[in-house]
């Protein structure tokens, strides 16, 4: 019974992402569907006018191979940089997370300023994180990342041209203060720095997928080997489907267009679109997962407590 | 002679499997399956009542390759998804077993108590995974992970927002302790540092493959297209194959439909479906596993046991 | 001349692996194939006694599409699993040499004991393959493994869950041993315990492999798809081939039946079959490396010999 | 009203793309297309004149799949390259900006000739980065170069048969002489080697990508098969499309040489087409990032800054 | 202009690549295709003799499919090794790299004749290629080594099972030795041996894709298949193509035995063939390499050179 009816509730999901117009391509290839309709209703207009413009049908498997192709290829590189951004962001959640229970675990607090301090570097990974995320969309450094540092710091990095590299320098300075203080010794300082160094590769990674599109000599050749089969594809069919044939060529670019512009979407996937990374929420998932470690109270803490 | 047997033992499983109802794709697409046939015998009957509404076969080969890409892709999206997941808890099951060998042959025992404490803390490793499991099921911390850790942390960890996080602070928190006390040396507990980071990291990417579904415009523009497909198909039949279109009609969009179902369904691995990851029993071979090497004596114990 | 015999040789090795029986799929696939054979010879006696059975011959690409599309899928996550059994096997072959090396290199020798002791770990490596291919295979501990290890330690094993795990413990105690000696620095053995890891991981990698079939949903699905693939096919042909059909069906069925049957077999790539990886050569490879390195003295020998 | 302008921009854009002639293939292939149409206009008056060259259409499915299966193995190798290319310069641009936050926050200033040589020394990281850029265009070290580095050093590098890794050698030098001065400890100089020999790893995997075409067996084979198709394509066609047969053939030749020749442009990265990586871009914001961080203080600086 | 005449040289290149001898599959294949032409005269003869034995051309689509796929497999698992070898050669060149580097620059030296050692260890890791390389073809100890080591470890390599393991022991002993006199710190010493692990899983590697052909099953499948395919090709193309089958059937059966062949060649890549990997220059490079840098004088040089 109960299953039945989880199954009647997935059917209906099923239909209702069916006609789901957010988020679908749909607003963006409807232009070129158009054009393409418009052109074979010509063509049909030509047809009953006289002209014999039909053409046979079948013309050779390797072109659609090819183009077939292309579209794989196309749409697998742009998955591609969207799961490896994502990729980079979960490694980004899991590198504070480690980084911050290291740091709070592993640094003494002889005071309670050393506790403050570390509260302070912990908040910075966040601001790490959000940093990255303004950096990715062009954005400039704005009031989302006043809660996370001071308000000297906040007006230094508006100046910055890189304000991720920025914050990773704080925390790596931190660090080396930690340990010149002797509050850490030297191979745990190492493990850290190689996790700060982690924040930096991600950043990096970020940046790579945002700035290589597909090579250019790709994007060309798919769009006019897209074009031209959409445009000989009203010869094919006048033939057979007459007037007809406007609503299926308008069907099968749908089909095609469609698929190139997934493509395009979801190639950048920092930006704020339905079909891109919920940077938001990973963001905010951090910061509680931050807070709920400063509640905890770690063996070094070497003061007491008076709460 | 045996492998006669064999064989025919296998052809036994081979067919057996075929048949099977329980965790097949059948029961969630037989809605959609059955409305595709009813709309065929509609067809069909329109069609014998002298409407003509047959048309030609061939309509292109681009769109079905197109279709077959989609399909294709949401096939392999889903299947990595449960792959690395199911690696994801294979690297659960590695690190947890050499972090314990770890803490049982390098960390110190001078007296009785320590060793009490170490035990405490090889069951903390079984109770991340558990932990871990609850959490990527949306379930809250229950009874199943109460013989693995004391009362007072169990209470404390219902409170928690993410408790696999808590159970590896108090790993960690456990560790650092050891070397503050001097049971073990720094090299090795940033050793062990890492491997908790490996523990934290596998929980980041479960949490990454579950939270990360197929980008939406895909989804849409696959479910539009499957439609589309198994829509237009009985009028490219209707002519040929008559009153056996409802039935070819369902047989194809069965075929559709169902690989299209198997990338929904094993795309989260972490749920309780038969064609989910046996957690339970992963689960299980971890407790096995730490059970058998609490049973060994290292050398690193300096009191003497008197059983 | 010399290039003429050689590619003589080739030709015929080519056509000797076209015939070849053992290892072949044939064996396992003969009576589904015959199967399917002899019902299109009822399909066919049927038809010749006046039924008409023909169904055109073409029934749509997608369906096709999407049987290829499982079989591909089947065949690649079968070799997948294959080649990471393999390089899993790799992995393993590498560590022990590499932490063979390192014992043997690195561990102070100050009495002829010391030496002893260090052969007996060496050779504990080598078990530690071996039992991990017994467990693996399902075997229990057996007099293949005696030579490598202590009767007392070879009776314990035999009681143990997981006899490879059991063994890394020994390697692991026999290093902090040496450690806590004075024997090795501590950079070093935190080194030598990253190649112990190594071995458990690649343990557990192969658990993986072993434990994890192909999602049940898929297995399912594609059984299905091939069979009604297969019975569907007489009817396509009867019309053309008449009396030819049976033997047409019984090729292509051989065909799809034949790369089904492989990805069945290739999946668990640890067993003793011909097309499984060649483990009982791997262990002897490993076991001559490790005797070769026991005839060379290292520079930390403290002691002289004297043969 | 925004998304509006957005989206009318973004179809402006795709038929920028369409007719972009700098970067796009056209060029390279226009003369074996054109041959491809002169030798079918030939055939063509051959045909008129009373030969009867017509071949059926149909020529078999599975040539058909090799020629599309060994395009899109090129397509997908040469991409690979491409990518993997790409990714070596990430790697090189985070570790050049991890090595230098590295020396700039934990190697000790004691007096201001201490900054002064760590601001060499971070020069010379953009000086690899350029340095490996010329060495894997083939150009002498040149002009570029001489900013980042003393006149003598310079000088020296001209004569380098590698002179990426004489700059690696400098910098390794240089951490090692902190070293042996007690300015930075054993564990972060290992952890800044590893950086080091990060740089040459990447190096080292850019030679490969430069230096390794796609083996000769495939390149000749497929070379073969496309001219075959070409070729045999106009006997295909002449009967069905007569006079049109040049045009036609024109464009299937222009999709398969389109798309093998994208293959040979991407297949080495790192020169200076339309189509390759964006080295000089890549260096310039590397040595943005490097004056960036030079502006800030590290709490390492023992002396008194008076600006 | 001068774009003009580099485009003229492209179109040379390409012509001349596609009719070259050395390094093409023909041959190889050329006899298995005389055969299939010859088989295709024989039908011919006998269908002008008056039998019919001509089958309809459309057999089917998935069986295509089948073959089409199991050619992508064969192509691409070839394809995966030879890069993998490719992959692993360019690891080591960057690991002897690296190690000569640290080597040279960390390890101290206090008398000349500690230089002379290091030299000697240098040449030892070139010597480590080359003894690979001769292990990868089967081939002996020969004088290739013997400027690369004293006499006596020259004579003692030839007697040795696996050479490459036996010269990592020399490099690993060498370590040792120094940092038992003190003249390299542990941490360094560790990270060295890493290296020195490297090279031992770069062989590793090597071995593995040499000694693990394409399972068996598939081999003999796909053989099966091809065959199959080619010898029912002529009676499918005789009742169109008469007396051209022959020539028709030889161009096909060129194409799909070509692309099987490739696999073959590729699959080991450690030969001599001119499609396998350039091991001779590579070693070239790494002497040379190791030949520059030991010219360069590091800082930890404590005495005075007299040149």
């Known amino acids: 019974m109960k299953n039945q009816i989880k199954r009647e509730q997935k059917q209906r999901v099923w239909f209702r992402i069916l006609f789901q117009w957010h988020g679908s391509v749909l607003p963006s290839i409807l232009p070129k569907v158009l054009l393409c309709g418009a052109f074979s209703i010509i063509i049909a ?36 940089k969207f799961w490896e951004g994502r990729k980079a962001w979960g490694t980004l959640i899991n590198t504070v997370r480690n980084l911050a229970r290291s740091i709070w675990v592993s640094i003494e607090e002889r005071e309670p300023e050393d506790r403050t301090e570390k509260i302070v570097t912990l908040r ?14 062009g954005e400039p450094v704005n009031s989302e990342l006043a809660p996370f540092m001071s308000p000297l710091r906040y007006e230094k990095l508006k100046i910055m041209n890189n304000p991720p590299i920025e914050v990773a320098f704080w925390i790596g300075d931190y660090l080396q ?15 850290m720095f190689k996790l700060v160094d982690q924040l930096v590769d991600v950043l990096g990674i970020c940046e ?14 798919l769009k006019q080997l897209i074009l031209l089969y959409c445009f000989t594809l009203p010869f094919q069919l006048i033939a057979q489907f007459e007037w007809l044939t406007p609503l299926i060529v308008a069907l099968i670019s749908f089909t095609v267009f469609g698929i190139e ?13 339905p079909n891109d990374l919920p940077l938001e929420q990973i963001c905010e998932t951090m910061t509680r997962n931050i807070e709920d470690l400063i509640t905890l109270a770690p063996c070094v803490r070497r003061w007491q407590d008076t709460p």
């Open 124 to 137: 910075l990974l966040v601001a790490f994180a959000i940093a990255t995320k303004l950096h990715l969309r």
């Open 208 to 221: 790579r997928i945002l700035k290589t599109p597909i090579p250019l000599a790709y994007n060309i050749h």
């Open 261 to 273: 512009e997934i493509g395009i979407e979801i190639e950048n996937p920092f930006g704020k679109d």
């Open 45 to 80: 207009l030509l047809e009953t006018g006289g002209l014999n413009l039909s053409l046979p049908l079948e013309s050779g498997i390797v072109p659609s191979i090819v183009l077939g192709l292309l579209l794989v290829f196309r749409t697998n590189t742009a998955y591609d």
């Open 177 to 191: 203060r930690q340990f010149d203080r002797g509050y850490v010794n030297a191979y745990q300082l190492t493990a």
